[in-house]
Each structure stands twice: as structure tokens, then as C-alpha cells.
């Protein structure tokens, strides 16, 4: 059973920097069953998917976030990351990091889903 | 962008009652809908893929319809633990969700 873990700070500064990483159980990182994507949700946006990575090590990203997202893997380390670029207040929302099988039945579907963690911007 | 439109946006009932929800999208998504799950301070949780396929573990109560624009939810009877907010969500195009349907308790 894969499970997920987000960290990182819970309060960033605007014009600085987001950082997560998720921590991903049971060697599923590197196994080719899941690709690994970050999605968020916020009250004024609701649920907004961020961006991919998949086993290929490619990366896919929501149009709309695409100039300030990185989406990177450390297999060594059993985890990926997600870093977004120059926050304002409208990046304050809970954040997801959230699997997705590389194979059918479930091919590319959400689930299983992290914990998620509230990451707020302010000074 | 392919918008999800979600109806209705609360939808109130009783333990036992049938609930169904529906999704409609700004063009055609095909079979690449899905619906979630969520309850509060919880991840949503993926109930429905392809439109009408039950995800592991999903009861029986729970089915999917639909294809091309138009999708419905139904809960046949509902359990005091399926109220909650219900999700749809495409992969047509990149991945966009609708804004929710929330089933309370009448």
C-alpha cells in the first residue's frame, strides 16, 4: 500500500519561494507503477491541479502556473518536490501531493492522495 | 480549459434517501470523468474512474453514468457516513475539477 507524506514550511513570504516534498512509502518511487502530481485547494479556487511528474521523468504542468512550477523527483531519497516561484496570498491552500497509476484499470487517476498540508502566505 | 459545471451546489437529504449529482463539461471529456469523495480535514478520495467504474473498496451504492458532457452520481441509499462533498474531475485535456457538490443532512 503505497501512503504519502507532504513537509515543509507551513508560512512562506510573498515573492519567495513555496518548497514541499512528499515522501512516498514502500520503494514506490522508483517502481514505474505511479506517476506523481501536486494538486491544491484553496476556498476562492477550489480543487487546482499543479502539475506532473511522470515515470518517463517527464514533467506536466497546469498552463496557468507553468512559468513559476518545478516538479522534480529523488528517488534516492524516496520523495519528490514541488517548488513554486514569486507566492502572493492567492497561493495560500491546502497542498496535495497525490499518485497516479501509470497502468489501467486506474491509468492517470488521482488516488492515493497525501495527507496535505495548509501552506499560508503572508508576511 | 475544459470547465466542470457541478449541480445543485447543496444538496440536502435524509439517511436512506437517493442522491444524485451531476457534472457537466464545457466540451466533450469522452469517458475521462471522475468523481471524489472528501470530509472535513481529509483528502478527497477517488470513488468513480472512467466515468463509471467503482475504485477499490467503493460500495455498491455508489455508481456513475454518463459520457461525452453529462455525468450523474448516484448514491442509491444514502449511509450516514456519505455525507460529504462530492468532486468531479476530467483528464481529457489537463486536469480540471468541478467546484463540488455537498450532500447534507436534511
Known amino acids: 500500500q503505497v501512503r504519502l507524506v507532504e513537509s515543509g514550511p507551513g508560512l512562506v513570504k510573498p515573492s519567495q519561494t513555496l518548497s514541499l516534498t512528499c515522501s512516498v512509502s514502500g520503494g514506490y518511487i522508483s517502481s514505474g507503477d505511479f506517476h506523481w502530481s501536486w494538486i491544491r485547494q484553496s476556498a476562492g479556487k477550489g480543487l487546482e491541479w499543479i502539475g506532473r511528474i511522470y515515470t518517463s521523468g517527464t514533467t506536466n504542468y497546469n498552463p496557468s502556473l507553468k512559468s513559476r512550477v518545478t516538479i522534480s523527483e529523488d528517488t534516492s531519497n524516496s520523495q519528490f518536490s514541488l517548488k513554486l516561484s514569486s507566492v502572493t496570498a492567492a497561493d495560500t491552500a491546502v497542498y496535495y501531493c497525490?499518485?497516479?497509476?501509470?497502468?489501467?484499470?486506474?491509468?492517470?487517476?488521482?488516488?492515493?492522495w497525501g495527507q496535505g498540508t495548509l501552506v499560508t502566505v503572508s508576511s | 480549459e475544459i470547465v466542470l459545471t457541478q449541480s445543485p451546489a447543496t444538496l440536502s437529504l435524509s439517511p436512506g434517501e437517493r442522491a444524485t449529482l451531476s457534472c457537466r463539461a464545457s466540451q466533450s471529456v469522452s469517458s475521462y470523468l471522475a468523481w471524489y469523495q472528501q470530509k472535513p480535514g481529509q483528502a478527497p478520495r477517488l470513488l468513480i474512474y472512467?466515468?463509471?467504474n467503482r475504485a477499490t473498496g467503493i460500495p455498491a451504492r455508489f455508481s456513475g453514468s454518463g459520457s461525452g458532457t453529462d455525468f450523474t452520481l448516484t448514491i442509491t441509499s444514502l449511509d450516514p457516513e456519505d455525507f460529504a462533498v462530492y468532486f468531479c474531475?476530467?483528464?481529457?485535456?489537463?486536469?480540471?475539477f468541478g467546484q463540488g457538490t455537498k450532500v447534507e443532512i436534511k
Open positions: 472512467d466515468a463509471s
Open positions: 474531475q476530467q483528464r481529457a485535456d489537463w486536469p480540471t
Open positions: 497525490v499518485g497516479s497509476s501509470s497502468t489501467r484499470p486506474k491509468l492517470n487517476w488521482f488516488d492515493p
